[in-house]
């Protein structure tokens, strides 16, 4: 951790009512083709240059939260470079390894004039894909001349992270348990620290578009998009799916870059039901596209004939290690298999689905949005609280909010998003 200054800034010299969060993949040179023999990591010149570059875009924004994936933190030299100049702009760093020596991770920088870090935790999920997160408790410095006295609680908690890429259908279970391990470190974080009301935000490269399951389990948990808030995106937009933030090493675009947020409220699903329904979600998906393209489920079932017998789906699940029992492994098979014969017939799944499938929950996709905007549910508190609605996001390159990746950008093969004006709202609870 690099921390120009740990003293606690004061908010009287700083006054303002919002805040600012980016997110950005910045490419580790380490994976960085340059052609088909040679990586950026190998020419200092060129990694050297494109981070220069990639710090002055960051420092004009100023923004207050900064959350970096693929970090080269194996690199002193550009671990010093970072530290050094956002230091001294009044960041205060911290970095975070993945696993196993894999050379790239984490950086998170908070500027300290507006925020105050009380806390920074650790998650390691030690899992194949040796991915971490980082949780911030940070208190916001800021000043309402209208509840000068008011006891306000203005905290919040800050998530960096980066998940696994989908290689195939089965990473995509992966993938929920990375945010579920996320969710419930955020729990037991919450019941630890007697954190009655805070907002959460989650910045991060999630590898997964807002189709995927992972969005949707986000959703289900009361988190909202803030890009798709920002700009009145809902699912049913056919301008929603325009946007894009990444161009792959497939050559393949599409948006996997999310600033999520979650205002004190009631949750609409309990974390554990929420995730189940998420892994059944993904399921039905897979052995849907199984169905029609009559081929085996990879790296997840043994099919005899076309069927799935119990045994062969509860082997599968298991050996995927999603943090389920025994007992939600048979009440998933038992929503699979309503008939009781113990064969999951895939030449018939998609009637099943029909009868079966069911919505994450019940929630007006626009009711979520407003109610997580300006939140009107009150629950047993002595303190006032702040929440944050959503004035503006945007994407950089600009080109990219219109599905079109330039062919001159070289920051990263990742776009830069930014959410601006997070303006405070104080209420009481």
């Given amino acids: 951790m690099h921390a120009p200054n740990q003293e606690q800034p004061s908010p009287s010299l700083n006054c303002f009512d919002s805040i600012t969060s980016t997110t950005f993949n910045i490419l580790a040179p380490i994976y960085k083709r340059l052609n088909s023999e040679s990586l950026e990591s190998e020419h200092r010149e060129c990694w050297l240059g494109r981070n220069k570059r990639i710090l002055d875009q960051l420092l004009h924004l100023e923004s207050s939260i900064v959350c970096l994936q693929e970090f080269w933190v194996g690199n002193e ?52 894909g040796d991915r971490v997160a980082q949780l911030l408790h940070v208190k916001l410095l800021v000043h309402h001349p209208e509840h000068e006295t008011a006891k306000i609680q203005k905290e919040a908690l800050v998530v ?33 620290c007697r954190l009655l009301h805070v907002p959460i935000i989650l910045c991060g490269d999630w590898n ?59 949750w609409p699903t309990p974390l554990k039901k929420g995730y189940m329904e998420a892994i059944f979600g993904n399921l039905v998906q897979i052995l849907l596209k199984v169905s029609k393209e009559g081929s085996d489920p990879p790296n997840l079932f043994e099919c005899d004939g076309g069927n799935i017998t119990y045994s062969q789906f509860s082997e ?3 050996k995927l290690g999603l943090c389920v029992s025994d007992m939600e492994i048979k009440q998933l098979w038992e929503k699979l ?41 009150k629950v047993p ?43 405070l709202l104080v209420h009481p609870f």
């Fill in 337 to 377: 298999d309503p008939d009781r014969d113990g064969l999951v017939e895939l030449s018939g799944f998609d009637e099943l689905t029909q009868r079966q499938q069911t919505p994450l929950h019940q929630e007006d996709e626009n009711e979520q949005i407003g109610a997580a905007m300006n939140p009107t549910v």
């Fill in 208 to 266: 997964g578009s807002r189709k995927g399951h992972v969005y949707k389990f986000l959703q289900s948990q009361g988190f909202i998009s803030s890009y798709d808030v920002a700009h009145r995106y809902n699912n049913s937009d056919e301008n929603s799916n325009k946007w894009i933030s990444h161009r792959n090493h497939r050559g393949n675009v599409c948006g996997v870059d999310f600033v999520w947020l979650r205002n004190p409220r009631l």
């Fill in 77 to 128: 030299e550009l671990v010093n470079m970072y530290e050094k100049r956002l230091g001294d702009a009044g960041y205060a760093t911290y970095k975070l390894a993945r696993t196993n020596n894999r050379g790239d991770g984490l950086l998170t920088a908070v500027y300290q004039q507006h925020l105050h870090v009380l806390d920074y935790r650790q998650l390691l999920f030690n899992d194949f």
């Fill in 316 to 318: 599968g699940l298991t």
């Fill in 160 to 192: 960096n992270t980066h998940l696994m890429f989908p290689h195939d259908s089965s990473y995509s279970f992966h993938r929920l348990k990375q945010v579920y391990k996320i969710l419930q470190n955020i729990e037991s974080y919450i019941d630890e």
């Fill in 381 to 423: 508190s002595v303190k006032s609280t702040i929440s944050f609605n959503i004035e503006r996001a945007m994407l950089y390159p600009p080109e990219v909010e219109k599905g079109i990746w330039p062919e001159g950008y070289s920051l990263s093969d990742h776009a830069l998003l930014s959410w601006f004006k997070f303006h």
